[in-house]
RNA sequence: GCCGGUGUGGCGGAAUUGGCAGACGCAGCAGACUCAAAAUCUGCCACUGGCGACAGUGUGCCGGUUCGAGUCCGGCCACCGGCACCA
C-alpha cells in the first residue's frame, strides 16, 4: 500500500523543482510554432488573491501545459498592475508610502499565485509601477502627444462636495461619494485627453478579423455606436443664418413640424436680442445644467422644454415655417447639439410632441402615428412627403440624401458615441505626464532622454482642497524650465489613470527588461499578436478597447508589427458565494482560497474551479463540491496499488483510453474543462472497475490530468519511475479508428419512443440494423411500417399506423 | 426602453449540435468494514402509478415544423449582465 496523499509535502516539493529547473521559462526559439497565452493581471489589492482570480489562471495554464507537451513555445507571463486608487487611499489612511504598500501587497500575491502552480514565466515579471516599466508608458504618451492624439482641454468632472476632490467615474456610485457618501457635483477643470475617437473606425471595422466572442464583438460595437445618417441645414426665417441639425432618419425629412436645440447650444446667446423670452429660455437652461446625473437619466420619461419665442426655421423641402425648442432631451454633446423633431416616427419626439400639443405629420404609413411613433424601418411606405411618397424607407433615404447633396442642404454624416478618454487624474499614485507648461511655447513634452519622469517624494498624497494632484505641492519638482526656449516653466501634476499601464502591458512581457525600446521589434514579430487573451467581461468597453487603440497607434508608428494586440478573447464568469449572492465580506460568504490550499491542497482548488461548471458562466461556490474534487484526486492516487508492467493499454481499456486522450484533448481547447475532467473521473472509475493496469493506462491518465492538477501528477510520474519530468513529456495521440467500440447499443424506436435496445456492429449497414430492430420489437408490430430510419450507432425508427 | 445571456432532478451541471434527456460530481438512502463514528468500498437514486415486469408524464409557458425537438420556427414569462433621451 502506498502512503496516503499529502498535497502539503508534493505541491512545495514540485513548485521548487519548476523554479530551479525554469520549466516554463519562454525562450525566443524562433524554431518552434509560438504561441501567447495571457491572462488579466491582478491589481494587488490589500485583501490577497479572490477565489474569482484562479479560474481564468487555472484555464489558461491548463491551455499553455497542454501546448508545451503538444511541442509548441509558449509565453504564459505574469505581473502587477499596481498603480491605482486603493492603494493609495490606504496608504494616506495609514500614513504609508503607497510604494511600499505595493511591494507588499505584491510580495502576498505573488507566493498565493506561486502556491497555485501556476506555470508562469516569472523572468518576465512586470510591474507597472516601476520607473523601468512606466518609462515607456510615459514614451506612448509622448508619441501620442506628438501626433496631436494628446491634448488639454476644459471638460466637467466629478467634484465630490464632501472628500474636495475630482473622482473618477467608477467611484462615483448612483450619484455619490463611493467614500463618503456626499454628493457629487460637475466641475470644469483643464484635462489632458486621447483622441480614441479617431480611431472609431477601425475598431469596430477590424472586429471582423477577430475571433472574439460574440457578446465582447457586440458590447465594443455598441459602445462605440456608429450610426449612419445625414447634416441637414434649416434657414432660420428672416436670419442669414441656418441651424443644422443630425438625423439618421433623413427620409422622414416631411414629418418634421419642428426642431429643438441643447441647453447649451450657441444660438440661444448668439440670437439673445431676437429671442423674446430670452429670461426663460436661460432659467431653464440654468435649471438643466443643475440637474444631477440621475435626474437626467432616472426621470428621462417626463419631457421638459420651452419653445423659443422669436426665432423659427424653414423645413427645407416643403418651405414651412416650423418653430424651435429648447429641451434637455438633445444632448450638446452628440450631432450637432440640435435636432429636427418627426414625432410621428421617433419615440422621444413623439412624447415631447403630445405633451405639447405639437402637430404630428405622419409621412410613413404603416402604423398608428396618433397612437404610438411608428418606427419601423423594414415595412411602410412614404407618403406625404411630395416626390418620396411611394418609396420604401430604404429608397428614399437614397433619393431624399442625393436631393440634399445636390441642393446644397445636406450631406451624409457618420457619428459615434464614443467619446475622447479624458487621461488626467488629480492623484499622486500613477504614471506622471511628461510635459511642461511654458508661458511662451504652451505645452511642451520633455524630451524623451528625460524619461522616465519619476514620481518624486511628496510629504502628504493627500488630494488637495482646489481639486489638484498632491503634486502640485511639491514646488521645487514643479517649477522647471522649458525644454523648448530655457525659460521657466511648470511640470504637468496630474497623473494617469490606471488603465494606461494596462493598455500596452503585453508588449512588454515580450522583452522585459530592454531600457532601449519597448521590446525589440524581432521578438515581438515572433511573439505577436497575442494568440489567446482570457479576461473579465467588466473590462470590454475599456482596458479591452483602450488598449486596441493605443496598439494601433503603435502600429501606425511603426512600432508593433500587427494591427491587433489579441487574436483571440475570451471571458470567465464570476465564482459566487455559496448562497448564490456575489461575494463580499458584507455578506459574509467569502472563500479565502489560501483555507482552499491548506485543507485540500492546490490541485484540489485547481480541479474544482475547472469542474464547478461551465467556464463563461457564474458558478456558485459549493464546500462539497470541494471535497469531491479531492476525492477523485485521491482516487488517482491509489490507483499506483493496482498498477502493474506493461508497456501497452489494457485491450479491454483501449477504447476508453482513446476516447477519452480525444474528449479531453478538444475540451482543453474549447474551455469546456468541467466536461474533460467528468471525461477523466470515468476513466478512473473504468480502471477501478478493471481492477488492475498497466503502467501505459496509468500514465497516459497522468499525462492527461496534468494540465489541471500538475503537482499530483508530477509526483505520481516520479513514483512510477516515467522518464524525466511530465512536464518535458508528450501529449498522448490517440486513434480515431479506436475510439469505436466493435459493438454498439442502439435505441430501438416505435413512433419515436424507445421500446427496445439492441447491440449490433459498429459498421452494420442500415437494413441489417432495422431488420434487427424489427427482430427486436416484433411483439409490438402490429400496423403497417411507413417509415424505417437508422442513424448509425444510435437509433432505429420505426413508424407505424 | 434597447442590446446580450440564461432557464434541464433535491443541488452544480451533461447531451456528439435534430437522434436513447439527466454523463460526471454533490447531497440523500441502503449495505459492507468498525465496539462506534469518520474515512473507504458496493448498490440505489427525475416524477406519478404498480410488489413487480411495466405504463404514463417530464428540459420556464403556449403553439408550430419533423418519423423524431432540451436543441429549429413563431409568440410569451422570469432572472442575470451591459447601455440608457446618442436624434
Redesign the pocket.
Known sequence: MSEAYNPKAVEPKWQKIWDDEKAFHAPHDYSKPKMYNLVEFPYPSGQGLHVGHPRPYTAMDIVSRKRRLQGYNVLFPMGWDAFGLPTENYAIKNHIHPKIVTTNNVKRFKSQLHALGYSFDWEREVNTTDPGYYHWTQWIFLQMFKKGLAYKTEMPINWCTGCKVGLANEEVVGGVCERCGSPVVQKMQSQWMLKITAYADRLIDDLDSLDFI??VK??QK??I?R?H?AEVDFQLAGKDAKLRV????PDTLFGATYMVV?PEHPYIDQFKDDIKNYEEVVAYREAAARKSDFE??EL?KD?TGVCIDGITAINPVNGKEIPIWVS????MS??T?A?MAVPAH?D?DWEFAKKFDLPIIEVIAGGNVQEAAFTDVETGTLVNSGFLNGMSVAEAKKAITEFLAEKGLGTPKT?F?LRDWVFSRQRYWGEPIPIVKCEKCGYVAIPEEELPLELPEVDSYMPTDTGESPLAHMTEWVNTTCPCCGGPAKRETDTMPQWAGSSWYFLRYIDPHNDTCIADPEAMKYWLPVDWYNGG?EHT?LHLLYSRFWHKFLYDEGVVPTPEPYQKRTSHGMILGENGEKMSKSRGNVINPDDIVNEFGADTLRTYEMF???FD????W?Q??V??CR??L??VWKLQDLVTEGNAYTPALETKIHQTIKKVSNDYEEM?Y??GI?AM??LV?EY?KAGTLTKEDYKVLLVLLNPVAPHITEELWEKMGFAGRIYQTTWPEYDEAKTVEAMI???V?L?????A?IMVPADASAADAIAAGKEAVKDRLTGTIV?E?Y?PG??V?L?QK
Open positions: 460574440e457578446r457586440v458590447q455598441n459602445w455606436g450610426s445618417g443630425y438625423t439618421t432618419r441643447s437626467r437619466t428621462a419631457k434637455d432631451y438633445v444632448l452628440y450631432g447639439g435636432i421617433d422621444r457619428n458615441k467581461m468597453t464547478i461548471g461551465a458562466l457564474a458558478a456558485a459549493s462539497d463540491g471535497k469531491g476525492k477523485f485521491d482516487r469546456k468541467n466536461t467528468a473521473m470515468t472509475n477501478y447499443e442502439v435505441a424506436q413512433n419515436g419512443k424507445v421500446r435496445k417509415k430510419i442513424v444510435r437509433l425508427n413508424v
